[in-house]
């Protein structure tokens, strides 16, 4: 686990679960047939189908790239607002890495089902955080177990709950 590379993914899960950071770190697939992980999959493949999806750039993944009146935006597509957090840091990683290259852009975070746009701002105080998280997410990973898990409110729908309550 030397040269650890932290992804937008695992910053999105750092603010959700910090068990899923280092379960999904270790390449624990989480359970497929899980239907959260299904109604993603069918969203991602059947909203904003017009624009140009999932575009790779390192060790970033956006789920929607567009140009708008001179602007790059990227945009992550989300089921719903519950986490709304994790979501607006996971677009300040993307933001943050293509400033880091000189790529300016703009990101958004879009709830379909709630008809909801949302902008996102990577501002000094998000940078501060980021780079927090991303310290915290490199010492989880070198953990020799996961860390306990946290019975928060989020465990019965994740796809991971039988690895962690069996």
């Not at 030397?2 to 679960?17: D, H, Q, R």
């Not at 379909?112 to 996102?120: D, H, M």
Request: glycine share 2%.
């Amino acid at each position: 686990m030397s040269n650890i590379k932290v992804s937008g993914t695992l910053i999105w899960y750092y603010f959700v679960c910090k068990r899923e950071v280092w379960l999904m770190a270790h390449k624990i697939t989480p359970f497929q047939d899980n239907p959260f992980l299904e109604i993603g999959r069918i969203l991602h493949s059947e909203v904003y189908y017009r624009e140009k999806k999932e575009i790779e750039l390192e060790r970033m993944k956006f789920d929607i790239l567009k140009k708008r009146v001179g602007n790059l935006v990227i945009a992550e597509i989300k089921k719903s607002s519950r986490f709304l957090k994790a979501a607006e840091m996971q677009v300040c990683f993307y933001l943050y890495n293509l400033k880091k290259k000189k790529i300016r852009a703009k990101g958004e975070i879009l709830i379909p089902k709630e008809k909801k746009k949302i902008k996102v701002i990577l501002n000094k105080e998000k940078i501060k955080e980021l780079k927090n998280a991303i310290s915290e997410i490199i010492k989880i990973i070198k953990m020799e177990k996961p860390p306990m898990v946290n019975k928060i409110k989020y465990c019965k729908n994740c796809a991971y709950r039988e690895f962690c309550f069996a």
